[in-house]
């Protein structure tokens, strides 16, 4: 008797098809334009004075900007840890109903060919596994990332705050 080698559909059955929609109209909701903090509700900013205040006048617009581009890629680190995250899920969504569809075709078959569908499932136990630790890694290095950007928003904030100071001192 020849063994026959079970082969899966790359193609989503219908019955679940539905829920892969779903999914895809949640994640195209969620690729929306990144939002833009209102700085100048964190960072009051006066119109200068030509006198006085003109030396410092540049160092504040840069500070400014400064704030302005950590704040906005704060944001934009998150909203990418929330992509990756989504696919990761959809991945191992994906995975399980295959594990599931196997488990399925397991019983009925010989001893011969529940062996090759055992390291089948093997397989994509394993997967799931990888995906799961890519999504640890994710989360780690997504908390590295902010930790090392509110640093930097921190130190940029105490300067735009020195500088402040500064000039009401000058004025």
Request: glycine share 0%; charged share 45%.
């Amino acid at each position: 008797m020849k063994k026959q080698k079970i082969k899966y559909l790359p193609v989503v059955p219908e019955e679940v098809k539905h829920y892969f929609e779903a999914f895809q109209h949640e994640y195209d909701k969620d690729k929306k334009q990144f939002y833009h903090f209102d700085t100048e509700k964190i960072l009051p900013y006066k119109k200068e004075k030509e006198s006085k205040d003109s030396i410092l006048k540049d160092k504040r617009k840069l500070l400014r900007a400064r704030i302005e581009h950590l704040l906005n890629e704060i944001n934009l680190r998150q909203e990418l840890n929330k992509r990756i995250l989504k696919e990761l899920d959809f991945e191992k969504y994906k995975i399980c109903y295959l594990k599931s569809q196997l488990e399925a075709f397991i019983m009925p078959y010989a001893l011969n060919e529940r062996k090759d569908l055992l390291k089948e499932k093997i397989k994509l136990e394993h997967k799931l596994l990888e995906i799961d630790e890519r999504k640890r890694k994710e989360d780690i290095e997504c908390l590295a990332d902010l930790r090392n950007l509110k640093r930097y928003l921190f130190s940029a904030l105490s300067d735009y705050w020195l500088l402040n100071k500064k000039s009401r001192y000058l004025a």
